[in-house]
């Protein structure tokens, strides 16, 4: 579908990322060993990526947009490979101190469940690691976005309504932070996995080489707090976590499942 639109889409794609890099800005990580960009299409944040990163993994889809993107980001730290985004694994590709998208989420729904979208994005993420998503999402006028989707060919694509994604992601993400601000056809998303697995007022089990934690809200007592040093940006909001029947496992790699040093880990080109 974008193989034929990639050059169009190469004139008009600042137009989109300029309504998010200033927020950008202010959620990046200072700096990481490894960042992916799924669904990169012509890089148009890869080369931002690549300021944060020593190195960037960068996958699409489409063949074309690719091809331009190799030739329009001459970062070396920037490898591009013709991939999925599911496709992106834990078992081949490792942990990420920065897992990030840019409105191509959106096109997944028409094949996977949210929940299975996020929760394979969230098990790409490194302890202390960040994941920083934009996405288009279906505004109360329905007419518009679905002009603007076929006006690209993308009339399949299955976008979730704003209120489906905070359902998903404050109950998968707990603590994430939800910009709605954007652009009324965007959300954004940021979280951030704990350095460590949670253990007072939890319980842990072992599945699939994983920890999994389940925390009881009721062993820790309500405290009056101030604002944090890492409150998010005007415009964000900290999404509470559900009562504890309701909230899944955050999954935590555990010491044993090691990436291989960077040399000789991947071979990205």
């Known amino acids: 579908m974008f193989d034929s639109l990639a050059s169009r889409y190469a004139r008009y794609a600042h137009l989109t990322v300029e309504k998010y890099t200033p927020w ?3 959620v990046l990580p200072e700096s990481v060993a490894r960042a992916v ?3 990169c ?24 947009q ?34 990030f998208s840019a409105n191509a989420l959106y096109r997944l729904y028409a094949h996977y469940d949210a929940a299975q979208v996020l929760t394979h994005l969230r098990a790409l993420v490194a302890p202390g690691g960040s994941l920083v998503l934009i996405d288009m999402v279906l505004p ?19 976008p979730l309504t704003r209120a489906r994604y905070h359902q998903h992601a404050t109950l998968l993400l707990p603590g994430v932070h939800i910009t709605d601000t954007l652009d009324r056809h965007l959300i954004a998303l940021h979280w951030r996995r704990p350095q460590q697995p949670a253990t007072a007022g939890g319980t842990a089990a072992w599945t699939g080489g994983r920890q999994m934690i389940r925390t009881d809200p009721r062993h820790f007592p309500a405290t009056a707090q101030g604002p944090s040093p890492t ?14 029947a309701d909230q899944p496992a ?8 090691r990436t291989p040093p960077r040399s000789t880990a991947h071979a990205w080109g």
Do not use: K, Y
């Open 24 to 26: 950008l800005h202010q």
């Open 37 to 39: 960009d799924l669904g």
């Open 41 to 64: 299409g012509i890089g148009q944040c890869s080369d931002l990526l690549a300021q944060h990163a020593d190195e960037v993994l960068a996958v699409d889809g489409s063949a074309a």
């Open 66 to 99: 690719l091809r331009l993107a190799r030739t329009m980001n001459a970062t070396s730290s920037v490898h591009f490979e013709r991939r999925d985004i599911m496709e992106v694994t834990l078992g081949r590709d490792g942990l990420f101190g920065l897992v």
């Open 140 to 158: 109360a006028d329905h007419a518009g976005l679905r002009h603007r989707l076929w006006a690209i060919q993308d009339a399949a694509a299955r």
């Open 231 to 244: 409150s998010p940006p005007p415009g964000d909001r900290a999404a509470v976590s559900p009562p504890l």
């Open 250 to 257: 955050v999954e935590h790699p555990t010491a044993g499942h």
